[in-house]
């Protein structure tokens, strides 16, 4: 297991954007997770290694856009448009076990073989 970095969360107002970084990204399928106080860790986006393929839970879809430079091994979360709703703890996770994304299966934390310590975003209205 690798003991991924996550940066880039902070502060934000209502419609404003962050960007958020998490290395080292290795060959494998990379996501990201966010996280509340007291409810479960949820998928936001996803990515395959070649970037072909791109997969996006419905609340961000269209504001917020997944994307890897495997030259620098980092993978980022570009979050435009935020919303009060978007504040929590934003993890990255890697996966060895997924070759071929599943709508399914990519949603699944239990997929994925390494974490990050998680990066706070904060969005006020």
């Known amino acids: 297991q690798v003991q991924l970095v996550e940066s880039g969360g902070g502060e934000a107002q209502a419609g404003g954007s962050l960007r958020l970084s998490c290395s080292p990204s290795?060959?494998?399928?990379m996501a990201w997770f966010r996280q509340t106080p007291g409810k479960e860790r949820t998928f936001v986006a996803g990515?395959?290694?070649?970037?072909?393929?791109?997969s996006y839970a419905d609340s961000v879809k269209g504001r917020f856009t997944v994307s890897r430079d495997n030259e620098k091994n980092t993978v980022y979360l570009q979050m435009d448009s935020l919303k009060p709703e978007d504040t929590a703890i934003y993890y990255c996770?890697?996966?060895?076990?997924?070759?071929?994304?599943?709508?399914?299966?990519?949603?699944?934390?239990?997929?994925?073989?390494?974490w990050g310590r998680g990066t706070q975003v904060t969005v006020s209205s």
């Open positions: 290795g060959r494998t399928y």
């Open positions: 990515i395959t290694w070649s970037s072909d393929i791109t």
């Open positions: 996770a890697a996966s060895s076990a997924i070759s071929v994304p599943h709508r399914v299966s990519i949603r699944v934390p239990k997929m994925y073989t390494s």
